[in-house]
């Protein structure tokens, strides 16, 4: 998927005015956050998970080659094949390729944000093979044409209304608009035959387990079950993170994903997949590929302040606690990962040049680690990213800032160098500010505060320092 | 955090770390927390030499111009012993988290600072932890809420402290604010180069507190309270936003003149 990161002031404002995006928005925080809260708080041994959570993906990460290494071998012994892929395009060469080679004509798609990376439905369709996506909220913004909004809820900017007009041929404006059991019915019946006809599934992973060469699936609507099951091919991609060491690993990480991600205790399904029908078997595909995916991972591996954005297990939580994510939405983001994570690994994978605005839209309130399940220090990251493009030290390139902004900050250094200066600065600042002030308070004011006074008023600097008045107050306790 | 500790460990005298915001915009904050600490027995020190932390510039990403104002700062205040106070979660966020990073590579400054911020409190912090939070028995008759500045919540930890202190303010009505943990969209100098998300994210917390109908807001950093404080007078609205400091001095105040304290 090609990034569009330099466009996310003018779609974050576009959002910002669309009250039934805004209103769906809620949601997000009513229905998710509240959810994980919840979940959280009758989990007894909670903040304990979390922290094995956080020590499972350190471990993982840090010998993420040996893992790899077990996972390939274990799958090949289970009669899978695996392809290493460096990049989104080849990637997406090689399921397409195995596509042709085995005359493929429906693909069905279960959720999966590697394969948007890809931009896989798509490549397929190009082709000339029928490719659906079979996740309810993935279907609809396929229909849509459009690309997903929240990690795990990715049509949830979508009306009721919206969706029965892409899913509902008979529905047309004025018609009672039908409910959310009705609409997933209309879905359920138009995607039956496509699971029918289809000879190849597309899947992401959750987890891989190293010792069992098995994937995860964690899913709420069975689609993932019937893609694992009925065609006679079945392609998984994942991430190179997305490994875990051992069974007994994963169990830890699905209690803290799904509570994370959904408030549910376990999800309507979790699959484990231990890769093709074996000659025993009478079910099942008669093939298993996996594709693990680099896309630019190896550098967030290799990049110390950044490496820790590889243990997120994409739960969508650091999304439903972000004030920012809840007001701009998921496309202002530019690309595949929306929100606080989004925000961090989007400037890596991508480029931070173009995706300077990312790491800067953050007030950096911290509810993003707060939530995270394995604790990852968005925050930390936020501001290593801006250091970044403020001062261009780790890579020249990366610099984006203005010589406008350089030169404020030179300035603010100077004054915060000693009192005298920084009691002169302020006192000309006052000066400067107070014929435009009424009541000790500012409607408008000059740059760099005309920002603020956009919509705010600004409190005009104080007659005297703080200073100046214990100094007096001192002198009036001593005489 | 315990919320009482013996008496004997109660300090006598701290040191004031006013935070530029509050030393220049906001001096009535600073007398305010000097107030407090006195009425808790407390000497108060100002270092007249004192500027800031270098959280803004640190937050922008100007490392190196942030760099020299922490540098000294740490050096100010490293010549004098004993409690440091500072009425701002966000200042001492910098100072106890922050500076980890800021001077990442260099093992003795970041020595220094993990030193300086093992004696470097918030207000509400510091009250609950030495003298608890039912130290002060003020009184004010308004109603009022609460907003948990995110910084002092999530980066120091300090939750339902403040309230505990507050209700032991009598006459003062307090009512919970529906999303009180969520950020006001201050952020810095966040909230001048986005001001319309800066501002987008107040809006929903300007229309709580609107909700809410108190008289007052009460949070615990000045930048916060300008941004509510700000949003608020342009929507015309007449809850005035209180730094936790005035709202204690003030209750403080009220009880002397009454002859209760």
Request: aromatic content about 6%; glycine content about 8%; overall charge neutral.
């Amino acid at each position: 998927m090609k990034p569009l990161t330099s466009d996310f002031r003018a779609k974050a404002a576009e959002t910002m005015v669309d009250e039934q995006v805004l209103q769906s928005l809620e949601h997000v925080y009513t229905g998710f956050f509240k959810g994980r809260l919840e979940a959280a708080g009758n989990t007894d041994n909670w903040e304990d998970l979390r922290e094995k959570g956080k020590a499972i993906k350190d471990h993982t990460i840090a010998h993420l080659d040996y893992y790899l290494g077990q996972l390939a071998d274990n799958v090949e012994k289970n009669g899978g094949s695996v392809f290493f892929a460096a990049d989104a395009a080849e990637a997406r060469k090689y399921v397409l390729d195995l596509a042709h080679a085995r005359d493929i004509k429906t693909v069905i798609k279960s959720k999966s944000m590697v394969s948007e990376e890809m931009a896989l439905a798509q490549a397929l369709i190009d082709e000339g093979i029928e490719a659906v996506e079979t996740d309810l909220g993935e279907y609809i913004i396929q229909l849509s044409g459009e690309t997903p909004y929240h990690l795990i809820a990715p049509a949830v900017h979508k009306s009721r209304k919206e969706v029965a007009e892409l899913l509902d041929d008979s529905y047309v404006d004025g018609n009672p608009v039908p409910d959310a059991t009705e609409l997933t019915m209309m879905a359920r019946e138009k995607l039956r035959s496509v699971f029918e006809r289809a000879d190849m599934s597309v899947t992401g992973v959750n987890f891989a387990v190293a010792e069992s060469g098995s994937i995860a699936l964690v899913t709420n609507e069975g689609n993932g079950r019937m893609s694992t099951t009925v065609p006679r091919v079945h392609v998984a991609v994942m991430g190179m993170e997305k490994i875990v060491p051992s069974i007994q690993d994963l169990s830890t990480m699905l209690r803290i994903l799904i509570r994370s991600a959904t408030g549910q205790r376990i999800s309507s399904y979790v699959t484990l997949v231990n890769g093709a029908r074996k000659s025993d078997e009478e079910e099942g595909p008669e093939e298993f590929h996996l594709v693990i995916l680099d896309n630019g991972r190896q550098k967030l591996l290799a990049d110390e302040q950044m490496r820790e954005s590889l243990n997120c297990i994409r739960c969508g939580a650091c999304l439903n606690a972000c004030p920012v994510y809840r007001k701009v939405g998921g496309h202002a983001y530019g690309w595949v990962y929306p929100g606080p994570i989004g925000a961090i690994v989007t400037p890596v994978l991508t480029g931070l040049k173009d995706a300077s605005n990312l790491p800067a839209a953050s007030s950096l309130c911290g509810a993003c680690h707060d939530a995270c399940p394995v604790k990852i220090n968005i925050p930390r990251m936020l501001l290593e990213l801006r250091y970044r493009t403020a001062e261009g030290k780790t890579d020249k390139q990366e610099r984006t800032s203005s010589m406008r902004e350089r030169t404020v900050w030179k300035a603010w250094r100077i004054g915060m160098m000693g009192r005298k200066r920084f009691d002169v600065g302020s006192r000309l600042s006052r000066l400067f500010l107070r014929p435009l002030a009424e009541n000790g308070w500012l409607k408008k004011a000059p740059p760099p505060i005309s920002g603020w006074t956009s919509t705010r008023d600004f409190p005009l600097i104080s007659s005297s320092s703080l200073r100046s008045r214990l100094n007096k107050r001192s002198k009036k306790t001593k005489s | 955090m315990p919320e009482n500790t013996a008496n004997s460990s109660r300090p006598e005298r701290v040191t004031l770390f006013a935070s530029c915001m509050v030393d220049q915009l906001a001096p009535t904050v600073g007398e305010s927390t000097v107030d407090v600490l006195e009425h808790l027995g407390i000497t108060v020190d100002f270092l007249d030499d004192q500027t800031c932390c270098g959280q803004p510039a640190f937050n922008s990403g100007f490392r190196s111009e942030s760099l020299p104002v922490a540098t000294r700062f740490i050096e100010l205040f490293e010549q004098v012993t004993g409690p440091i106070v500072v009425p701002s979660g966000s200042c001492a966020a910098m100072v106890r988290n922050f500076y980890a990073d800021l001077f990442r590579g260099d093992e003795k400054m970041t020595i220094r600072a993990r030193r300086l911020g093992e004696r470097l409190y918030e207000l509400s912090e510091f009250i609950t932890r030495f003298f608890g939070t039912d130290a002060i028995k003020g009184t004010l008759a308004d109603t009022a809420t609460y907003h948990k500045c995110c910084h002092l919540l999530r980066e120091i930890g300090v939750d339902e402290e403040p309230m505990k202190i507050l209700s032991n303010v009598e006459g003062l009505q307090m009512t919970p604010l529906e999303r009180a943990d969520v950020c006001c969209g201050f952020g810095g100098a966040f909230s001048v180069k986005m001001p319309d998300i800066s501002s987008a994210i107040l809006d929903e917390k300007l229309d709580n507190i609107e909700t809410n109908g108190s008289n007052m807001v009460i949070a615990a950093d000045i930048g916060c309270v300008y941004q509510m404080q700000g949003g608020l007078r342009r929507r015309g609205s007449a809850v005035q936003v209180v730094h936790i400091a005035e709202v204690l001095a003030q209750s403080i105040r009220n009880s002397s003149v009454l002859g209760k304290s």
